[in-house]
């Protein structure tokens, strides 16, 4: 099955019904995923932080505050829809939108395509099915996932406020920033499955261990960044509330709020997914459950994960996120990726990559 | 190979590379102005008499797969980096002693240098630009290093600006080429489809004119006269000499080896362009610096003409006119760094900015005025001074060439004439001082020991050169016969 | 005519516009954002082109990386609209459009025959490593002097005053 490679350009290149409707039907396919991912991240962000900090979360729209992010989300469409006067109009409009549709497709380079289609028989054979199986899929995830800088730099420019300007620069400059220990640290994973396609990285760990394991310095690392590109605690100094109001975002309200807002939690759900991938190995799993609920449980565990560290850990500062990430992360992910072959070699697993 | 004679013939950019190291180390140790500076020094004098004599014994080595071919040619250049590097580090000692930081001067002149060397040697037109970018980038941070100044800082951004732009020209005409020929090395056999042979030429075009930018041919100039002006003298010197050989040499790497089969291919008449440039650029640089008053400009003026009369070696591509090319650019290289140097220790020492100030600066000075005596008769082309020498064997080559070349020798000639007067004014100011003004009483000398050692370096060299012009021309010309003969 | 090729003059029309967008916009962060339109649609066709993989260095690099650089530069400099209002049909606008006139002609009359070759089919993204180092060896090391030169240059120019580290 990794000997079917599809690329974009043939994608587009040879569309027939089929293939227009297989393109479809994975859009929907993402679409549902990530829309029952964010809200159960969003119930666990609530519900489980607040277990953590001794309170109840939500407890009164729902059982057990179930419906509570309905409520919310009726309660931002039903806000006024308004434009600052110092606004940038069209871009101040075209962020949030544009913040979605970037982090949503980031989604279609994690395969949860065929984790879907496996669940169904022969008829529907996964490799007719799966769109998310080429070359550079994971490179297609980052390249996406580093567009979010410049539309938070424009988010932040177009809302006419000081601090929505201040909180701009501040999350494009960590972004930067780290997007290089992020990247250095998955390289390794690559060099150690000589691919850049998700689906082969999975295939090799079904084969081997998860990367969890044979390359646990590069996911301790490859987290912390990952951590830090989410913008989450204790990474949010860009939205830092005791000093920044909100960081960039803070001058959307009603519906716009609510895109951006979503944009941050599908982020999240990607990121968490991409680590999945790398380092957990995907759909793959001890017991016979079907692929999907083993890729969707890992994410949401890894989202969980995420959010443990949020309720444990304060702030750092700005010049300690910077120090960790020039001083400590950098050269550590370089280190660890010159360490790879010998790892490689130790685990024997060149042997797969004739697969 | 041995590999202790492919270690001795890698030396020269290993010592450099060394120095470079040694520069970071004694720099994050101790921070010490003087120790910087004679380190570097000492580097570029062994890396020169590396060079001298690799260069006269005509060795060959490549380095990293090729890429890299360090031949005679490539060693001739590195005597000329390497020389005129020296002469601005032993020239820089109370720069540096007045800015803020002087490591890093010192390791950008090195890192400069390194990758002129590099420029001379490539055999690969990808190589070739990331090097020329790594020797320009280091004397952007040259030209900047004045921070506090905002003539420097105006300097560096125009220098900054009009360099992007060239790179970006000289990176779109590779990018051509490649899509034309299918390669990106620098070599004499290729082959062009009948379609493809014009977008060599549009290519190859691009190539001159990002080129041009850098040794300031005449529609490519206009940065120059500010960016010398506004520089410190050091990074000025720097820019005269090593920046400008630099792009030379990447014009005569490329033109030298690739040259033949572009006229054939493409039907490009490179020459021709180079010929327009020549004439344009000296005609430009010469009246323009006419109506000069300050010095320094005026010395920028004169050295986008010297630029003129040295694109006439690129326009006639024989094998002497190259060798003569060479020989040029040694002894431009010297006479106008020493110029620089002169007008710098006369600038710190007596305040002299514009020609008038030169008024009766021998008196005061009189081994210094004396040397930047000589320097400027040599650049207007006094025998039996070197540059006179250079002159007059590439306007010989042009006249050996004949036909219609032969106007590139009689505008050379009219130009020398024409430049023979801005020259003579500088002179005359210092000796004779301006029109009905007296001499100033008879106060004491001043001669800077710090100083003097460049500037009577830049003097022995520009009579010796003159003198002993065979043995380099021999050299010059064994060094470009080779490097026709060993391309691949 | 395919599918494809509409859609690749589509993204070529929309490079094409936002790259005017770049030059004629009077507001310097519209033309920043013109920019990455027109970065984006070079990815994306590149991604037409069978290349995903300079598409998404393309956009990972340019449009993520070195354009947020500009807009740094760009949103700290000045946020108002230069006084002067810049005039469209200005002599330097006439000079840029004769230029790049020419040039498109001079690549156009020599390159438009030349598709096929210029459209090669790519190799596979594994090839890219061997090739750059082992043929292209020395210009890796040429880099890495670049960036050494750089990095003291950029150094220096931002490096605190010598008595200033004193004081604090």
């Given at each position: 099955?990794?000997?079917?490679?599809?690329?974009?350009?043939?994608?587009?290149?040879?569309?027939?019904?089929?293939?227009?409707?297989?393109?479809?039907?994975?859009?929907?396919?993402?679409?549902?995923?990530?829309?029952?991912?964010?809200?159960?991240?969003?119930?666990?962000?609530?519900?489980?932080?607040?277990?953590?900090?001794?309170?109840?979360?939500?407890?009164?729209?729902?059982?057990?505050?179930?419906?509570?992010?309905?409520?919310?989300?009726?309660?931002?469409?039903?806000?006024?829809?308004?434009?600052?006067?110092?606004?940038?109009?069209?871009?101040?409009?075209?962020?949030?939108?544009?913040?979605?549709?970037?982090?949503?497709?980031?989604?279609?380079?994690?395969?949860?395509?065929?984790?879907?289609?496996?669940?169904?028989?022969?008829?529907?054979?996964?490799?007719?099915?799966?769109?998310?199986?080429?070359?550079?899929?994971?490179?297609?995830?980052?390249?996406?996932?580093?567009?979010?800088?410049?539309?938070?730099?424009?988010?932040?420019?177009?809302?006419?406020?000081?601090?929505?300007?201040?909180?701009?620069?501040?999350?494009?400059?960590?972004?930067?920033?780290?997007?290089?220990?992020?990247?250095?640290?998955?390289?390794?994973?690559?060099?150690?499955?000589?691919?850049?396609?998700?689906?082969?990285?999975?295939?090799?760990?079904?084969?081997?261990?998860?990367?969890?394991?044979?390359?646990?310095?590069?996911?301790?690392?490859?987290?912390?960044?990952?951590?830090?590109?989410?913008?989450?605690?204790?990474?949010?100094?860009?939205?830092?509330?005791?000093?920044?109001?909100?960081?960039?975002?803070?001058?959307?309200?009603?519906?716009?709020?609510?895109?951006?807002y979503l944009s941050e939690y599908i982020r999240a759900f990607a990121?968490?997914?991409?680590?999945?991938?790398?380092?957990?190995?995907?759909?793959?799993?001890?017991?016979?459950?079907?692929?999907?609920?083993?890729?969707?449980?890992?994410?949401?565990?890894?989202?969980?994960?995420?959010?443990?560290?949020?309720?444990?850990?304060?702030?750092?500062?700005?010049?300690?996120?910077?120090?960790?990430?020039?001083?400590?992360?950098?050269?550590?992910?370089?280190?660890?990726?010159?360490?790879?072959?010998?790892?490689?070699?130790?685990?024997?697993?060149?042997?797969?990559?004739?697969? | 190979?041995?590999?202790?004679?492919?270690?001795?013939?890698?030396?020269?950019?290993?010592?450099?590379?060394?120095?470079?190291?040694?520069?970071?180390?004694?720099?994050?140790?101790?921070?010490?102005?003087?120790?910087?500076?004679?380190?570097?020094?000492?580097?570029?004098?062994?890396?020169?008499?590396?060079?001298?004599?690799?260069?006269?014994?005509?060795?060959?080595?490549?380095?990293?797969?090729?890429?890299?071919?360090?031949?005679?040619?490539?060693?001739?250049?590195?005597?000329?980096?390497?020389?005129?590097a020296l002469l601005v580090m032993l020239s820089a000692g109370s720069?540096?002693?007045?800015?803020?930081?002087?490591?890093?001067?010192?390791s950008l002149a090195i890192l400069g240098v390194l990758g002129s060397?590099?420029?001379?040697?490539?055999?690969?037109?990808?190589?070739?630009?990331?090097?020329?970018?790594?020797?320009?980038?280091?004397?952007?941070?040259?030209?900047?290093?004045?921070?506090?100044?905002?003539?420097?800082?105006?300097?560096?951004?125009?220098?900054?600006?009009?360099?992007?732009?060239?790179?970006?020209?000289?990176?779109?005409?590779?990018?051509?080429?490649?899509?034309?020929?299918?390669?990106?090395?620098?070599?004499?056999?290729?082959?062009?489809?009948?379609?493809?042979?014009?977008?060599?030429?549009?290519?190859?075009?691009?190539?001159?004119?990002?080129?041009?930018?850098?040794?300031?041919?005449?529609?490519?100039?206009?940065?120059?006269?500010?960016?010398?002006?506004?520089?410190?003298?050091?990074?000025?010197?720097?820019?005269?000499?090593?920046?400008?050989?630099?792009?030379?040499?990447?014009?005569?790497?490329?033109?030298?080896?690739?040259?033949?089969?572009?006229?054939?291919?493409?039907?490009?008449?490179?020459?021709?362009?180079?010929?327009?440039?020549?004439?344009?650029?000296?005609?430009?640089?010469?009246?323009?610096?006419?109506?000069?008053?300050?010095?320094?400009?005026?010395?920028?003026?004169?050295?986008?003409?010297?630029?003129?009369?040295?694109?006439?070696?690129?326009?006639?591509?024989?094998?002497?006119?190259?060798?003569?090319?060479?020989?040029?650019?040694?002894?431009?290289?010297?006479?106008?760094?020493?110029?620089?140097?002169?007008?710098?220790?006369?600038?710190?020492?007596?305040?002299?900015?514009?020609?008038?100030?030169?008024?009766?600066?021998?008196?005061?000075?009189?081994?210094?005025?004396?040397?930047?005596?000589?320097?400027?008769?040599?650049?207007?082309?006094?025998?039996?001074?070197?540059?006179?020498?250079?002159?007059?064997?590439?306007?010989?080559?042009?006249?050996?060439?004949?036909?219609?070349?032969?106007?590139?020798?009689?505008?050379?000639?009219?130009?020398?004439?024409?430049?023979?007067?801005?020259?003579?004014?500088?002179?005359?100011?210092?000796?004779?001082?301006?029109?009905?003004?007296?001499?100033?009483?008879?106060?004491?000398?001043?001669?800077?020991?710090?100083?003097?050692?460049?500037?009577?370096?830049?003097?022995?060299?520009?009579?010796?050169?003159?003198?002993?012009?065979?043995?380099?021309?021999?050299?010059?010309?064994?060094?470009?016969?080779?490097?026709?003969?060993?391309?691949? | 005519?395919?599918?494809?090729?509409?859609?690749?003059?589509?993204?070529?029309?929309?490079?094409?516009?936002?790259?005017?967008?770049?030059?004629?916009?009077?507001?310097?962060?519209?033309?920043?954002?013109?920019?990455?339109?027109?970065?984006?649609?070079?990815?994306?066709?590149?991604?037409?082109?069978?290349?995903?993989?300079?598409?998404?260095?393309?956009?990972?690099?340019?449009?993520?990386?070195?354009?947020?650089?500009?807009?740094?530069?760009?949103?700290?400099?000045?946020?108002?609209?230069?006084?002067?209002?810049?005039?469209?049909?200005?002599?330097?606008?006439?000079?840029?459009?004769?230029?790049?006139?020419?040039?498109?002609?001079?690549?156009?009359?020599?390159?438009?025959?030349?598709?096929?070759?210029?459209?090669?089919?790519?190799?596979?993204?594994?090839?890219?490593?061997?090739?750059?180092?082992?043929?292209?060896?020395?210009?890796?090391?040429?880099?890495?002097?670049?960036?050494?030169?750089?990095?003291?240059?950029?150094?220096?120019?931002?490096?605190?005053?010598?008595?200033?580290?004193?004081?604090?």
């Amino acid at each position: 099955m990794t000997g079917d490679f599809l690329s974009l350009a043939s994608v587009v290149g040879l569309v027939s019904g089929n293939l227009i409707l297989r393109l479809i039907a994975v859009a929907i396919v993402a679409f549902i995923v990530v829309s029952i991912g964010s809200l159960i991240e969003i119930y666990i962000e609530r519900k489980f932080w607040a277990r953590i900090m001794s309170r109840y979360g939500p407890t009164e729209v729902g059982r057990y505050g179930s419906l509570q992010l309905f409520a919310d989300a009726i309660k931002f469409i039903s806000k006024e829809v308004f434009t600052p006067e110092l606004a940038d109009r069209t871009i101040y409009d075209i962020v949030p939108v544009l913040a979605v549709a970037t982090s949503f497709v980031v989604l279609v380079a994690i395969p949860f395509d065929y984790a879907v289609s496996s669940l169904f028989p022969s008829s529907f054979h996964p490799s007719s099915f799966v769109i998310s199986n080429f070359d550079p899929s994971l490179l297609v995830a980052f390249g996406f996932f580093a567009m979010e800088p410049v539309l938070v730099l424009f988010g932040g420019w177009a809302g006419g406020s000081k601090y929505t300007l201040i909180g701009g620069f501040r999350s494009a400059a960590q972004l930067i920033s780290y997007e290089i220990p992020l990247v250095l640290s998955f390289l390794s994973v690559v060099a150690l499955t000589r691919s850049l396609n998700l689906f082969q990285i999975i295939e090799v760990q079904s084969a081997s261990w998860p990367f969890l394991i044979l390359e646990l310095p590069a996911f301790v690392l490859f987290l912390i960044a990952m951590l830090a590109e989410l913008e989450r605690t204790p990474f949010d100094l860009t939205e830092a509330d005791s000093e920044l109001v909100a960081g960039w975002n803070t001058e959307y309200g009603g519906s716009k709020f609510l895109l951006v807002y979503l944009s941050e939690y599908i982020r999240a759900f990607a990121g968490s997914a991409i680590i999945t991938c790398l380092f957990l190995g995907g759909w793959v799993g001890p017991a016979p459950i079907p692929g999907l609920v083993w890729i969707f449980a890992k994410t949401i565990v890894v989202f969980t994960v995420l959010v443990w560290i949020r309720a444990a850990y304060p702030r750092v500062r700005i010049d300690q996120m910077l120090n960790l990430g020039w001083k400590v992360l950098v050269p550590s992910s370089v280190v660890w990726l010159v360490l790879t072959p010998y790892v490689a070699n130790f685990a024997v697993v060149h042997h797969l990559l004739t697969l | 190979m041995n590999p202790y004679t492919e270690l001795l013939r890698l030396s020269p950019v290993g010592v450099l590379v060394l120095a470079q190291i040694i520069l970071f180390v004694q720099d994050l140790v101790r921070e010490d102005k003087r120790l910087s500076q004679y380190i570097s020094a000492a580097a570029l004098a062994l890396t020169c008499l590396l060079s001298v004599y690799l260069a006269s014994s005509g060795n060959t080595v490549s380095f990293a797969n090729s890429t890299f071919v360090f031949n005679s040619l490539a060693y001739y250049f590195g005597v000329i980096f390497s020389l005129s590097a020296l002469l601005v580090m032993l020239s820089a000692g109370s720069f540096l002693g007045r800015a803020e930081y002087a490591f890093e001067f010192s390791s950008l002149a090195i890192l400069g240098v390194l990758g002129s060397f590099f420029v001379a040697s490539s055999t690969n037109l990808v190589a070739l630009f990331v090097v020329f970018e790594m020797a320009t980038t280091a004397t952007y941070g040259m030209v900047a290093y004045a921070r506090r100044s905002k003539l420097s800082a105006e300097a560096a951004i125009k220098y900054f600006v009009v360099g992007a732009v060239s790179a970006g020209i000289i990176i779109y005409g590779i990018s051509l080429i490649y899509i034309a020929t299918g390669s990106v090395s620098i070599s004499s056999v290729f082959s062009v489809t009948s379609q493809s042979s014009q977008l060599l030429d549009v290519g190859v075009i691009l190539l001159i004119v990002g080129f041009g930018f850098k040794i300031a041919a005449f529609p490519f100039h206009m940065w120059l006269p500010d960016t010398y002006e506004g520089a410190p003298y050091p990074a000025t010197t720097y820019l005269a000499s090593v920046s400008k050989v630099m792009g030379f040499a990447a014009l005569v790497r490329i033109f030298l080896v690739m040259g033949p089969a572009i006229y054939a291919l493409g039907g490009l008449n490179w020459e021709v362009i180079f010929g327009l440039l020549s004439i344009l650029t000296m005609t430009f640089g010469n009246l323009a610096a006419l109506v000069q008053t300050s010095m320094k400009r005026m010395l920028a003026y004169s050295s986008i003409a010297m630029s003129g009369y040295m694109l006439i070696g690129l326009a006639l591509g024989t094998s002497f006119s190259y060798a003569v090319l060479l020989y040029f650019m040694l002894t431009y290289a010297i006479a106008k760094a020493g110029s620089f140097i002169v007008a710098q220790f006369f600038e710190s020492e007596h305040n002299a900015k514009s020609i008038d100030d030169y008024a009766w600066l021998a008196r005061k000075s009189p081994l210094s005025a004396f040397s930047l005596t000589i320097m400027l008769l040599s650049l207007a082309g006094i025998p039996p001074l070197s540059v006179f020498v250079a002159k007059f064997f590439i306007f010989y080559a042009s006249v050996q060439v004949g036909g219609y070349w032969i106007l590139l020798a009689i505008a050379g000639v009219l130009n020398s004439a024409l430049s023979l007067y801005y020259y003579a004014r500088v002179i005359k100011n210092m000796y004779i001082g301006l029109a009905g003004e007296s001499p100033p009483p008879q106060g004491p000398r001043l001669e800077r020991i710090g100083y003097m050692i460049p500037i009577l370096t830049c003097l022995v060299l520009t009579i010796a050169l003159g003198l002993g012009e065979g043995t380099v021309i021999a050299v010059a010309k064994h060094a470009v016969t080779t490097l026709s003969a060993t391309v691949f | 005519m395919a599918y494809s090729e509409i859609l690749f003059m589509f993204v070529a029309g929309v490079t094409i516009i936002s790259a005017l967008g770049v030059v004629v916009s009077k507001e310097i962060v519209r033309s920043a954002a013109y920019l990455i339109l027109a970065l984006v649609g070079v990815a994306a066709a590149f991604s037409l082109m069978d290349s995903l993989f300079m598409a998404m260095i393309q956009l990972l690099i340019y449009a993520g990386a070195v354009m947020v650089l500009f807009l740094f530069g760009v949103m700290l400099t000045r946020k108002e609209a230069p006084a002067k209002r810049r005039r469209l049909l200005s002599r330097t606008n006439l000079s840029y459009l004769i230029l790049s006139v020419v040039l498109f002609f001079l690549v156009a009359r020599s390159g438009l025959m030349d598709t096929s070759v210029l459209g090669g089919i790519p190799g596979p993204v594994s090839a890219i490593a061997p090739s750059l180092y082992t043929e292209f060896k020395g210009v890796l090391y040429a880099l890495a002097g670049l960036l050494v030169t750089v990095g003291l240059g950029a150094i220096y120019i931002v490096k605190k005053e010598a008595n200033e580290g004193k004081n604090a």
